[in-house]
């Protein structure tokens, strides 16, 4: 497994994603509101007007970080703050959100059925993009979602040209990844998404400020990915920038709302 730059430029779609960092309630059993998720709860998101995409990401219950012990970094996963997945929701326009406030207040008042913990991460337009590095005929077997906090005294311009101009470049350059996806965000603020009877405490030195979806041919390329000499490269390019680096195993990717189409069964 290389480190060698792609020789072509990569191919990219840029788009407007907002993602929800969300915990299943724990008086109930995990996969109870996994289920729930999975069934009521996408209905009342994939209804949402001006979606271009809505995709639902479950983490492994046993996360205790798939990114290897660096220097310097949090790589291992804190049990307290331990995600149990993400809704990705992507937007076909900047106006997107505000025509599907109607849907939302429902989403709202849901939220309160399945999760104890909401945080909904959000960048501007083009922000989210999707990276062609997948072969013809290649699909996804396995995933990782990284989540990176960026390191005191780094700006946030420098650590989105960081991101884009040198790490993307250098995961795209290992050939094992069939799908590369990444978001930066804006400072959080909890009233974007203060929902009703969720928690979103968010302490500062907790936030997390880009992420990233890995996709592989299957498990073992993911288990040979993390356990690599690469690794040790990407870290050391990681270092300066990042405090934090979180890497889930993803147990689901599921596609509820495709191309603006509400599908009707999700994807896998």
């Known amino acids: 497994m290389s480190m060698s730059p792609p020789t072509a430029q990569l191919r990219v779609k840029k788009h407007l ?18 289920d729930y998720w999975k069934g009521p709860h996408s209905g009342i998101i994939s209804a949402t007007p001006g979606l271009e995409e809505y995709r639902q990401i479950h983490l492994a219950e046993h996360n205790p970080g798939l990114w290897p012990v660096t220097d310097g970094v949090e790589t291992s996963i804190p049990d307290n703050r331990k995600i149990d997945g993400v809704a990705e929701v992507t937007f076909q326009s900047a106006l997107a959100p505000l025509h599907g406030r109607k849907q939302t207040q429902l989403a709202y008042a849901d939220e309160i059925n399945v999760f104890r913990r909401t945080l909904l991460h959000a960048g501007p337009p083009n922000s989210s993009r999707w990276y062609d590095v997948a072969g013809p005929g290649e699909t996804v077997g396995a995933r990782a979602l990284v989540y990176l906090r960026r390191r005191d005294g780094v700006g946030a311009g420098e650590f989105r040209k960081f991101v884009k101009t040198q790490l993307v470049p250098a995961l795209a350059g290992t050939g094992v990844l069939k799908e590369l996806r990444t978001q930066t965000f ?83």
């Open 17 to 34: 994603t907002s993602s929800i960092l969300l915990w299943v309630r724990t008086d109930q059993p995990r996969q109870t509101g996994l």
């Open 186 to 268: 804006l400072p959080w603020v909890e009233k974007l998404w203060d929902t009703p009877n969720v928690a979103h405490d968010n302490p500062h030195d907790q936030h997390f400020h880009a992420s990233l979806v890995l996709g592989f041919n299957d498990t073992a390329s993911r288990a040979a990915f993390f356990t690599s000499d690469v690794i040790e490269e990407l870290s050391s390019r990681l270092t300066p920038f990042a405090s934090a680096i979180h890497a889930y195993d993803v147990t689901a990717a599921l596609t509820y709302v495709k191309n603006g189409d509400i599908l009707p069964h999700y994807e896998e």
